[in-house]
């Protein structure tokens, strides 16, 4: 393949996937939380990790701590997130979604899954198996040690 075919590939891939998250960032904005994309980012964290730290988000994500204490804040005043602390060290608290934070989040998942099985509704599953694979494909040899 081509440099330049190789540059449409991915290319293709990024406008497809900002295609995909504006979509996703419209839906979260029109939300009646008009949550942000951040926002909603940090409730999928602690969603996919209850009971992480506001450290570990820092360190997953890379992102300044000021700000995701700030967001975090935010988002435990409007009662979806909560900070309970640790068992062993009170001095630090352990971040989990409010029975409210559950409910945006499987909201926010259930629209990711409908936009998906929008974007994906023109090709076959057999189709959509061998996309699979090829970007697994890519991505392993993105992944492989140089």
């Keep these: 393949m081509s440099n330049d075919r190789a540059k449409d590939v991915f290319e293709a891939v990024h406008t497809v996937m900002h295609l995909f998250r504006s979509r996703q960032y419209r839906a979260l904005r029109e ?66 979604l409010t029975p409210e934070g559950e409910a945006v989040t499987r909201s926010l998942s259930e629209q990711e899954s409908e936009l998906a099985r929008l974007a994906m509704q023109d090709l076959s599953p057999d189709e959509r198996d061998t996309l699979l694979a090829l970007l697994t494909r890519v991505r392993s040899t993105l992944e492989a040690p140089q």
Excluded: I, N
């Design 31 to 96: 939300s009646p939380l008009q949550l942000t994309h951040m926002e909603g980012k940090v409730l999928g964290f602690f969603a996919h990790r209850p009971g992480e730290t506001l450290s570990t988000l820092v360190s997953h994500s890379g992102r300044d701590k000021g700000q995701l204490a700030r967001l975090t804040g935010s988002l435990r005043e409007r009662g979806l997130l909560e900070a309970r602390p640790d068992a062993q060290d009170r001095r630090t608290l352990r971040l989990h």
